[in-house]
């Protein structure tokens, strides 16, 4: 039996009916990383001696009748997570010694819940951006086309699992990192509601765990199948113990419906400040055409639909106001020098960008401001739908680019030349106002790269968005492997 490309849920199954063992279903994973992640270098940080301790117990505690529900079941870590015992480091250099003392959050809970962690998954420099590549592990290639990029920041994650390299993996998302690995990589992932999953102890290297994060940044699951997203969502949700005092549990509303023909969706696949490419056009085609087949009542067009230009502008200002409240002194003092040169009436969003990376507290309170008006546009919006499908990026996977600063590189979408940073507010679509959002495969490019799109929900109903993501699966297929690399 081939076991790495089963789903968790599959696993899960065969372990319960003792068709296989953890410990069998560890060294299988193991011995697919030591085979093939060498032209993949997904997993950058390798825990296999306490993995395999991990399965023993695993299959010590099924004996004994104990049960949970990723028992034994091997998984995957992004980088930016602490691991008691491994490195965390975010790709900095400066860091690479650094090993800190606990668990994440999310990290004891994926062990609470039995799984065995096999070790960390690579990163960008600071999870800051739409590739993984940085000094201290290298880069990490598509396991589609290694010239080209698996996305970021949790691009490991998606590599592994595409790979074969365990049936889950927890990542972020801040600008797409979730969504993005998964569209260019062919799995699924999800990006929670704000403020639904603790992030505690998913923090640059030596910061205190505390359990607050920055503005619009959640961690969520990633998987081979949309309910394997549900199933390590159920695990992962809730918010922090310390925030309360003791452990708390948050009841999701069920999904508004089981049937696809219940279902209203607006289909986007164009957006004013960005074209979209003929591959991601064609799978936002494919997806509605599947919906409507399933009897679901599908709209290419809604005037209660917020204004998406607004929102990217709105996005914009948050992330990169955000991101540079870190940045040293003397690169403030440059970009503040830069922005001061910009012409009054650039209205670009590469203009945006920089003019948000030195903007004041009342320019990012009116940007919050503008924020809360959208979130309302939402709650009326999903009065009358219950999801939106529209792309994650406006192309597949890109070559890698190495270019230091991401503001001088360019994306090519269909020969048009456009900033690198714009490809971002398809992922600000669902980020800026804290809606969940599920990105699933959507089948090939012609040159046989994968394309996805997202459906994003109203906020706190993820199970919406997570059941129409497993009933379009159902319709148009969903995860593919790869050819294994050479």
């Not at 000094?135 to 994650?157: F, K, L, V």
């Not at 590599?159 to 699924?188: M, Q, W």
């Not at 003397?330 to 922005?339: F, G, Q, T």
């Not at 800026?432 to 109903?461: D, K, Y």
Request: aromatic letters at 6%; charged letters at 25%; a negative charge.
């Amino acid at each position: 039996m081939e076991w790495n490309f089963l789903t968790a849920e599959e696993l899960a199954t065969a372990l319960r009916t003792g068709e296989v063992t953890s410990a069998e279903l560890t060294d299988d994973a193991i011995s697919a990383i030591e085979r093939d992640d060498h032209a993949i270098n997904a997993v950058c940080v390798p825990d296999f001696d306490r993995a395999r301790a991990a399965a023993r117990d695993a299959d010590r505690a099924r004996a004994r009748g104990e049960d949970g529900p990723l028992l034994g079941i091997p998984v995957t870590v992004k980088e930016s997570y602490n691991v008691a015992g491994l490195p965390t480091t975010w790709g900095m250099p400066e860091h690479r010694n650094h090993l800190p003392a606990d668990d994440a959050v999310q990290v004891a809970r994926l062990k609470d819940a039995g799984a065995v962690v096999l070790g960390k998954t690579n990163v960008p420099l600071g999870l800051q951006d739409i590739q993984t590549f940085n000094e201290i592990y290298g880069t990490t290639n598509n396991p589609w086309d290694h010239d080209r990029t698996p996305g970021g920041s949790s691009g490991g994650s998606a590599a592994a699992l595409a790979s074969g390299f365990g049936a889950l993996s927890i990542g972020s998302d801040i600008g797409g990192s979730l969504r993005t690995p998964a569209h260019f990589c062919g799995v699924h992932a999800h990006k929670p509601t704000l403020g639904l999953v603790a992030d505690r102890g998913m923090i640059p290297p030596a910061t205190p765990a505390l359990p607050y994060g920055p503005d619009l940044a959640v961690v969520g699951p990633m998987a081979r199948s949309a309910r394997d997203l549900s199933l390590l969502l159920d695990v992962m949700a809730g918010p922090d113990p310390l925030t309360f005092g003791v452990a708390h549990t948050m009841t999701l509303p069920p999904a508004r419906h089981e049937r696809l023909e219940d279902f209203r969706v607006l289909v986007l696949d164009e957006h004013p400040l960005l074209p979209t490419g003929a591959a991601v056009r064609a799978g936002v085609g494919r997806v509605a055409d599947a919906l409507a087949d399933g009897g679901a009542h599908v709209e290419r067009h809604s005037a209660l639909l917020p204004d998406l230009a607004e929102a990217a502008t709105l996005y914009y200002r948050l992330l990169i106001a955000a991101s540079a409240a870190r940045y040293s002194a003397e690169e403030y003092e440059r970009l503040r020098a830069r922005a001061a040169g910009l012409s009054a009436d650039d209205r670009s969003l590469s203009a945006v960008r920089l003019r948000s990376s030195v903007c004041s507290h009342r320019a990012w309170a009116a940007a919050h401001d503008g924020r809360e008006l959208h979130r309302h546009g939402w709650r009326r919006f999903f009065a009358d739908f219950d999801a939106v499908v529209c792309p994650v990026t406006p192309t597949p996977a890109f070559p890698h680019d190495h270019e230091l600063d991401p503001m001088e590189r360019r994306i090519d979408i269909d020969g048009v030349d456009v900033p690198y940073l714009d490809q971002l507010v398809w992922a600000g679509l669902a980020t800026m106002p804290g809606l969940p959002s599920t990105a699933v495969p959507a089948g090939r490019s012609p040159e046989g790269l994968p394309v996805g799109v997202q459906i994003v929900g109203p906020m706190f109903e993820d199970r919406t968005t997570l059941r129409l993501a497993e009933l379009l699966e159902r319709r148009i297929g969903g995860f593919r492997a790869p050819a294994r690399s050479a």
